[in-house]
Nanobody, 113 residues
Framework: QVELVESGGGAVQPGGSLTLSCTASQNISAVFMVGWGRQTPGSHQREFVAQINREGTAGYAASVKGRFTISRDNAKNMIYLQMNNVKSEDTAVYYC??????WGQGTQVTVSS
């Protein structure tokens, strides 16, 4: 069972930037896709944010496209999410995803002035 540890969350003002990191205990090249999801306050569902495949092709939710950038470092087994121009609606717990259904414990991001 892979272990995923997210870091980099915290409080940020609207329009600011934040970079989330995820460390995987197993080789991320072993799975086709890694990504990020989030769960907003009051929601019982985790929503898709971004994903990136082994070849480096990325996909984004419409709500973050153009503001967030996902990347991966296969040598370090790290997955990143660069968040720019954040908005209050980006406030959520962000989770790292390894493969189809392996999630980390999450890191809180709070966007507030």
């Amino acid at each position: 069972q892979v272990e995923l540890v997210e870091s980099g969350g915290g409080a940020v003002q609207p329009g600011g930037s934040l970079t989330l990191s995820c460390t995987a205990s197993q080789n991320i090249s072993a799975v086709f896709m890694v990504g990020w999801g989030r769960q907003t306050p009051g929601s019982h569902q985790r929503e898709f944010v971004a994903q990136i495949n082994r070849e480096g092709t990325a996909g984004y939710a419409a709500s973050v496209k153009g503001r967030f950038t996902i990347s991966r470092d296969n040598a370090k087994n790290m997955i990143y999410l660069q968040m720019n121009n954040v908005k209050s609606e980006d406030t959520a717990v962000y989770y790292c995803l390894y493969g189809a259904n392996n999630w980390g414990q999450g890191t809180q991001v709070t966007v507030s002035s």
